[in-house]
């Protein structure tokens, strides 16, 4: 469809623009699954997804790979919201990180205790 097209090289550009690297995946001889597969075993962290019903709502689909939320974002904003979204995502996995290292961290203070932790 080539009002669904355009309106995601428009994004893309409005992306682009804002400092965000991004790809266009705009690939007719896969289906959205194989992408979708494609991009998660490349390590994307947000995927975007845009349709008949986002052109009409002016909205795209945003899936956060960390997680997997989905949510709607509006297009009008949606440099903002990406890189929100981006700086939240960094900060979760930081902390999901360093909460993982603090629980498998012990403190000993004698050989016995050692042992046994170890």
């Known amino acids: 469809m080539k009002a ?5 090289e428009e994004l893309f550009s409005i992306l682009k623009k ?3 690297r991004v790809h266009l995946d705009d690939r007719e001889k896969k289906n ?3 992408k979708f ?6 390590g994307i962290p947000i995927r975007l997804e845009f349709g008949p019903k986002d052109l009409l709502n002016k909205e795209v689909r945003c899936c956060k790979r960390n997680d997997g ?3 709607q974002l509006k297009q009008a ?6 890189t929100a979204i981006l700086k ?3 900060q979760e996995m930081y902390d999901k990180a360093l909460q993982a290292r603090k629980d498998k961290v012990k403190e000993i203070d004698n050989w ?5 932790a170890l």
Not at 4 to 8: K, R
Not at 37 to 42: R, V
Not at 77 to 82: A, G, R, S
């Open 18 to 20: 804002g400092g965000i």
């Open 69 to 71: 939320v989905k949510s």
């Open 32 to 34: 959205p699954g194989e």
């Open 4 to 8: 669904i097209s355009d309106g995601a």
């Open 88 to 90: 939240a995502m960094h």
């Open 77 to 82: 904003t949606l440099v903002d919201e990406i």
């Open 37 to 42: 597969a494609e991009w998660e075993l490349k």
């Open 112 to 116: 016995k205790d050692f042992m046994v």
